[in-house]
């Protein structure tokens, strides 16, 4: 059964993905399950945005798996049940810190503590707060990659009073919520603990301070100035109070009846919590998981205000959305390092994964990343060349234009041009901007040791002999039999003909003292693309400049 017959068929769609164990459908099926002990017209998952420095890629992650966790719930009830995305970003947050990777930082300190939609916009006058600033950039890279979503402002709902229904039901229920909390602090945080934090009328900071009484019939709170050393009543509704983040987070849930939120490990007990707070006010938490944390190259949590890690232009500079996509769908519960050189591999597995689904049936297709990633409907598979290909093709070459690189495919797969593939002209761009950035400043050749000079040039005539029309796979049989020899030989894994096979040592060598790099594509590949001619005058090249 193919993708289209499967989408002209929901139920039995349905019934493969209720036996998949793709982690998008173990997801959605723990929602289905909810649903089955309290019925719903409508299903929210929530995505959250912390606005305190600038979005980055975990950012879109979040909302990516989230997206895909929301698909594989609308096949599993054949989309007879309402869905909404709403990504809410915690603009009313009081500025900590100022963040590294902002102009204006002083500007800033000024007003530290202050909800960060009253913080000015340090970037330019075109917001009217750094909160806004931030909000802006957050929903353009979200419509950039189609997302469909609402977004949500912390500020707005609480200013428009829609969370001021539960934050009475909190108020009522504020000796329940600390007692799930204040075992969780140390004494001195213990002592001026409270669920709200009121906002300063005078300063427009947003205060620490312990509440001194409480008014449930009035819906109001007293706590003693911080600056005047006076007792303040204000109602916790109307935008006056913005609750802590655990208890601000259960509130959320309950106010907007959240159905799905994943979060990362780093907050596993904030969630515990939250749900504790949540279940006090008579609502059940959503469903979710925790993610594990991308690291940046030196193994360390990216982060927003320090601004390590790649960002999501970073990223699209070098490589296509979907790679991206893929990267987030892979092992969301595993830690992964979130450095310009995973980006090469994703490229291409993206590519593979997407070749290989004609080949299988529809349960497999289930289990394949780009059904995900393009929500059942993967487009059809057609590049030519991958992208360690081209990476050496233009380190080989020197080749910093998309001209001559399109010279070379043009060659290899004749009819083949940048207005029959735009993707693979697309890919062609990201390439050299990687060459540039990443494998040219970082290119070094070694010097072949006495039997690799011999191995080299028998590899040099043997290329010369061949006819110019040879295939990849002739070329790369070529490379395989001038291989097999000592130090090269792999007595472990045998050839076709029994014959000892070939280590990987052989083909490393010839891209460490060709190519000045450490690894590359497959090399009768690489060969056919750039041409016989050109391989015997690199060997040629590579030979007299360690002679």
Same mark, same amino acid.
């Given at each position: 059964m193919s993708t289209i017959d499967l989408a002209a068929n929901p139920s039995d769609l349905r019934a493969l993905a209720e036996q998949s164990n793709a982690w998008p459908f173990e997801q959605a099926k723990?929602?289905?399950?909810?649903?089955?002990?309290?019925?719903?017209?409508?299903?929210?998952?929530?995505?959250?945005?912390?606005?305190?420095? =600038?979005? !980055?890629?975990?950012?879109? &992650?979040?909302?990516?798996r989230t997206t895909m966790v929301r698909h594989a719930f609308r096949?599993?009830?054949?989309?007879?049940?309402?869905?909404?995305?709403?990504?809410? #970003?915690?603009?009313?947050?009081?500025?900590?810190?100022?963040? @590294? %990777?902002?102009? %204006?930082?002083?500007?800033?300190?000024? !007003?530290?503590?202050?909800?960060?939609?009253?913080?000015? @916009?340090?970037?330019? %006058?075109?917001?009217?707060?750094?909160?806004?600033? %931030?909000?802006?950039?957050?929903?353009?890279?979200l419509d950039h990659f189609g997302f469909d979503y609402e977004f949500a402002s912390s500020t707005d709902y609480y200013t428009s009073g829609r969370f001021d229904a539960t934050l009475l039901k909190m108020l009522a229920a504020y000796d329940k919520v600390m007692a799930i909390i204040l075992p969780t602090l140390g004494p001195d945080r213990r002592a001026t603990y409270s669920p709200f934090l009121p906002i300063s009328k005078?300063?427009?900071?947003?205060?620490?301070?312990?509440?001194? *009484? /409480?008014?449930?019939?009035?819906?109001?709170?007293?706590?003693?100035?911080?600056?005047?050393?006076?007792?303040?009543?204000?109602?916790?509704?109307?935008?006056?109070?913005?609750?802590?983040w655990k208890a601000d987070w259960a509130m959320r849930w309950v106010a907007l009846g959240v159905d799905y939120e994943m979060a990362g490990k780093d907050l596993i007990d904030s969630v515990k919590l939250s749900g504790q707070i949540t279940r006090a006010l008579g609502a059940s938490p959503p469903e979710g998981f925790n993610y594990e944390l991308f690291l940046d190259e030196q193994g360390q949590k990216i982060s927003k205000s320090k601004g390590n890690g790649l960002t999501i232009d970073e990223w699209l500079r070098y490589a296509s959305p979907? #790679?991206?996509?893929?990267?987030?769908?892979?092992?969301?519960?595993?830690?992964? *390092?979130? !450095?310009?050189?995973?980006?090469?591999?994703?490229?291409?597995?993206?590519?593979?994964?997407?070749?290989?689904?004609?080949?299988q049936d529809a349960k497999q297709q289930l289990q394949n990343p780009v059904w995900h990633i393009h929500?059942?409907?993967?487009?059809?598979?057609?590049?030519?060349?991958?992208?360690?290909?081209?990476?050496?093709?233009?380190? #080989? #070459?020197?080749?910093?234009?998309?001209?001559? =690189?399109?010279?070379?495919?043009?060659?290899?797969?004749?009819?083949?041009?940048?207005?029959? !593939?735009?993707?693979?002209?697309?890919?062609?761009?990201?390439?050299?901007?990687?060459?540039?950035?990443?494998?040219?400043?970082?290119?070094?050749?070694?010097?072949?040791?006495?039997?690799? /000079?011999?191995?080299?040039?028998?590899?040099?005539?043997?290329?010369?002999?061949?006819?110019?029309?040879?295939?990849?796979?002739?070329?790369?049989?070529?490379?395989?039999?001038?291989?097999?020899?000592?130090?090269?030989?792999?007595?472990?894994?045998?050839?076709?003909?029994?014959?000892? &096979?070939?280590?990987?040592?052989?083909?490393?060598m010839l891209y460490q003292v060709l190519l000045g790099q450490e690894k590359g594509p497959r090399f009768g590949s690489f060969v056919a693309v750039y041409g016989l001619a050109n391989a015997v005058a690199m060997i040629d090249g590579a030979l007299a400049r360690s002679a």
């Open positions: 723990a929602i289905v399950a909810r649903l089955k002990k309290t019925p719903k017209d409508e299903v929210l998952f929530e995505t959250g945005y912390g606005p305190s420095g =600038l979005p !980055h890629i975990g950012t879109f &992650g979040e909302v990516a096949v599993l009830t054949e989309d007879k049940i309402k869905t909404r995305l709403l990504a809410f #970003s915690d603009d009313m947050d009081g500025l900590r810190k100022v963040p @590294d %990777n902002v102009p %204006n930082r002083d500007m800033m300190a000024a !007003h530290l503590g202050k909800p960060l939609t009253r913080v000015p @916009d340090p970037f330019s %006058n075109e917001h009217p707060s750094f909160g806004a600033a %931030n909000n802006a950039r957050l929903r353009a890279f005078t300063s427009g900071v947003v205060l620490q301070v312990p509440m001194i *009484r /409480r008014d449930i019939a009035a819906g109001t709170i007293t706590y003693v100035d911080p600056d005047s050393g006076e007792e303040v009543e204000t109602p916790v509704t109307g935008g006056n109070v913005k609750c802590q979907e #790679s991206l996509s893929l990267f987030m769908y892979r092992e969301p519960k595993a830690a992964k *390092r979130l !450095h310009f050189d995973v980006i090469p591999r994703m490229v291409d597995d993206y590519q593979q994964f997407l070749d290989g689904l004609p080949r929500a059942g409907q993967p487009p059809k598979a057609d590049m030519p060349v991958t992208f360690q290909l081209l990476l050496t093709l233009v380190s #080989s #070459s020197n080749a910093e234009n998309a001209e001559t =690189l399109w010279g070379f495919i043009g060659r290899y797969r004749p009819g083949v041009t940048p207005q029959t !593939h735009p993707k693979l002209d697309a890919l062609v761009g990201y390439a050299i901007n990687y060459y540039r950035d990443f494998v040219a400043p970082t290119k070094k050749f070694r010097e072949p040791t006495d039997g690799e /000079r011999v191995a080299l040039q028998d590899l040099r005539d043997a290329l010369s002999q061949l006819p110019s029309t040879s295939t990849a796979e002739e070329i790369q049989n070529v490379v395989y039999e001038i291989g097999r020899r000592e130090p090269f030989l792999d007595l472990v894994k045998k050839g076709k003909d029994g014959r000892p &096979g070939v280590s990987l040592d052989w083909f490393n």
